[in-house]
């Protein structure tokens, strides 16, 4: 399938805000997403788009110094294992560089096994543990950290 990746616009959010909250059980509002694309100056927010002009994936960053952090990532349930998230993190990551970044974190559900092994594959190591971070059931985080950003 052929897809493009690109920075979200505010036309963006409403759809954005639907796909968080298909892909998550404690999705973000959708006034988050407004407030990351218009007001936050740390934010970096991209979207996968299908040629048929359909968001089937999306990724939040923010630059906080020389740090990447990814604040969320998503793909459309029907579209996932097609190489979306891989595409759509690559680009938050060389993104994150060119903004002067040097390392990226992120938290990840101790039980999203997927997520884990696709941060794996591109470098990231398990670093440590926020004990029942997820408040919509107490599942612990874990804290993954790439030390490197310009090996990518």
């Not at 990447?68 to 595409?87: E, M, N, S, W």
């Not at 060119?98 to 096994?113: D, F, H, I, M, S």
């Amino acid at each position: 399938m052929k897809f493009i990746i690109r920075r979200m616009t505010v036309e963006d959010v409403p759809v954005v805000a639907q796909l968080d909250r298909m892909s998550f059980s404690l999705s973000w509002p959708e006034h988050t997403f407004y407030y990351e694309v218009k007001d936050n100056t740390a934010a970096r927010c991209f979207v996968a788009e299908t040629e048929d002009k359909q968001i089937v994936g999306m990724v939040v960053s923010w630059v906080i110094l020389d740090e990447l952090h990814i604040a969320t990532l998503a793909v459309h349930p029907d579209y996932r294992r097609q190489g979306i998230g891989r595409r759509i993190l690559t680009e938050a990551l060389q993104d994150g560089v060119q903004a002067g970044t040097r390392y990226a974190l992120l938290e990840v559900r101790a039980g999203n096994e997927a997520a884990q092994n696709l941060y794996r594959e591109f470098g990231f190591k398990t670093v440590g543990l926020r004990s029942k971070y997820y408040k919509d059931n107490g599942e612990d985080a874990v804290l993954m950290n790439l030390d490197d950003l310009e090996s990518i």
